[in-house]
């Protein structure tokens, strides 16, 4: 597992927000940075942006997880709460931006974020040359796309695999060509991947260089969760636990995958949370209690 639910303010997030904002320029930095995050990218660029000196201001949804928006006002950027979704967020966050004239950091949909994001599978590869499998959350597709190109380029022997929310599939359903009209956008556990639009230059990069994607049901990724924190003592977020979900669910085909790696993407999960994952594996478990009886 790369656990980048250890990596400071707590995900993956923050190496495409340092590399994007290493990079600005200073008429760029006068300007100001705004952004729309579902949590964590807002962390990394709050936290970029105090290392630059460049104000910050984030729009995230109303229903962003307490500990990440006020971890992201810690680290110095001014938050707007808007919207119901991600993309409601960034909707907001982009007329701000023409207001205004501020310099906008995309959370996925920027080759120089892709790049930052990239380094985790560089990574991976370094700490474990075995890997014939690697398993990657995706919301937006900055993380998988990064990942995807990095393997493919140094081993393209090496497979990856895409894992989205059932709840909130765009990725996948676009990957295996589903009518767009059926694709469900429903509240989710994994908040972190819950996007209804992914990038435009993501998924052409997906859909060239990912092997396979597949979904995980809230159940799945509700008990890896728990599974994360009771076995490995770790607090991790249902976006960072949606890759274990398919592990766990077994969703990979065995034949094929013997060294796995996984990316465990973030670990900002909202402690109030943990009693909706237990009380979602009640209610399946009395689901299917049910229906054995029926039967």
Known sequence: MKLENLQRTGSFKI???????????????????????AGNHAQGVALAGREKGVQVTIF????TPDSKVDATREYGAK??????????????SRRYQKRTGATFVHPFDDSTIIE????????????NPELDTVVVPAGGGGLLAGTALAIKLVRPDIKVVGVQAASAPAIAS???????????????IAEGIKVKSPGVYTTQIIQSYVDDM???????????????LEREKMLVEGAGAAGIA???????????????GVIVSGGNLDVAKLEICRQTIKEDQKRKQRSSFIL
């Open 15 to 37: 190496r495409g927000a340092f590399n994007k904002i290493s990079q600005l320029t200073e008429l760029e930095c006068k300007r100001g940075i705004v952004a729309a995050s």
């Open 60 to 63: 995230m949804p109303k229903n």
């Open 79 to 92: 938050v707007e709460l808007t919207g119901e979704s991600f993309d409601e967020a960034y909707e907001e």
């Open 116 to 127: 930052g994001q990239a380094t985790v599978a560089l990574e991976m590869l370094q700490q």
């Open 174 to 188: 676009a990957f295996h060509q589903l009518d767009k009209s059926l694709i469900p956008f429903h509240s989710t």
């Open 214 to 228: 597949i979904t995980v049901s809230e159940v799945e990724i509700a008990q890896a969760i728990l599974f994360m």
């Open 246 to 260: 398919a592990l766990l669910g077994n969703h990979l085909q065995a034949d094929r995958a013997h060294q796995v």
